[in-house]
């Protein structure tokens, strides 16, 4: 079945660089769309980045021009390079990735979620 498995998060200062990882296993086709989402306590959860199959990406408008989205060239790895970053970014990130049954955002079913990583920023 399918896996994602998140890696990377821990603490940083303000102003500092983190680059998550997210794992993915199980698809037996790779052209799939993928995200990550983060959820601060008490707060909803929200998207943050999303790169589509064909490797369009999207941002939250809060996140534009500081972090990036990558994955390498089969897909099953996926990056999140976050620079500047701001305690308001302080969140548990969840990377997820196509599947039947999931939430739409960014035009793409997030079907498969990881566990989560936490990133706090101070």
């Known amino acids: 079945q399918v896996q994602l498995v998140e890696s990377g998060g821990g603490p940083v200062q303000a102003g500092g660089s983190l680059r998550l990882s997210c794992s993915i296993s199980g698809y037996t086709y790779w052209k799939i769309c993928m995200g990550w989402f983060r959820q601060a306590p008490g707060q909803e959860r929200e998207g943050v980045a999303h790169?589509?199959?064909?490797?369009?990406?999207n941002y939250a408008s809060s996140v534009k021009g500081r972090f990036t989205i990558s994955k390498d060239n089969d897909g099953s790895i996926m990056y999140l390079e976050m620079s500047e970053l701001k305690p308001e970014d302080t969140a548990t990130y969840y990377c997820?990735?196509?599947?039947?049954?999931?939430?739409?955002?960014?035009?793409?079913?997030?079907?498969?979620w990881g566990l989560g990583t936490q990133v706090t920023v101070s």
């Open positions: 790169i589509a199959a064909d490797g369009r990406t």
């Open positions: 997820a990735s196509e599947g039947a049954g999931g939430p739409w955002v960014w035009g793409c079913p997030f079907g498969y």
